[in-house]
């Protein structure tokens, strides 16, 4: 368990998500992913990940005067040496607060314990704001998926592969 808290924002924690954790990450992509259009995660997709070996999730949490909120999560799959980040998402109301930074940390943490030596990722080509996260953390663009992401009324959108090398 990790815990950050700036002098004037309540505490948030980080945790490894069990698999009886699914239908809060379910919940937690719906609320992070909210453009009409964009694709969710089901419940069902976070126990496939939760239940394959070398794949873990995390979630964060706000911890309020009302209790612990989740508030945002991580899913990532290990394979040999190799680590992709398949998802990150933040609610909106407490995004730009260093909580997905202290996800993306504690993945980081997490892959390399397992084994990983890079770190890669997708993210949509018309997200800048996660690019430049991704890009202050060390990851640097390695490729271009094209029509990677499918948007309403059939749009789709280019993704831009990164890497962070962890050794």
């Known amino acids: 368990r990790t815990v950050m808290s700036s002098d ?37 997709a976070f126990s496939d990940v939760l239940n394959s070996v070398g794949s873990f999730c995390l979630i964060a949490t706000l911890e309020g005067t009302e209790g612990a909120e989740p508030c945002g999560f991580s899913a990532c799959r290990v394979l040999a040496q190799e ?12 995004r730009r607060t260093g909580v997905a930074g202290l996800l993306i940390e504690q993945s980081i943490a997490r892959c390399r314990q397992i084994g990983a030596r890079d770190l890669f ?43 962070l090398v962890l050794d």
């Open 8 to 44: 004037n924002s309540p505490p948030i924690s980080v945790e490894r998500a069990g698999v009886a954790s699914a239908r809060v990450l379910e919940g937690l992509h719906a609320a992070a992913f909210y453009r009409p259009g964009d694709e969710t995660w089901s419940e069902r």
């Open 83 to 94: 680590a992709e980040l398949l998802s990150l998402g933040v609610v909106p109301s407490v």
């Open 121 to 163: 990722l997708e993210v949509a080509d018309d997200n800048p704001g996660a690019q430049r996260l991704y890009r202050g953390l060390g990851f640097e663009q390695v490729g271009i998926r094209q029509n990677y992401y499918h948007r309403l009324n059939n749009e789709h959108v280019d993704a831009r592969t990164m890497r």
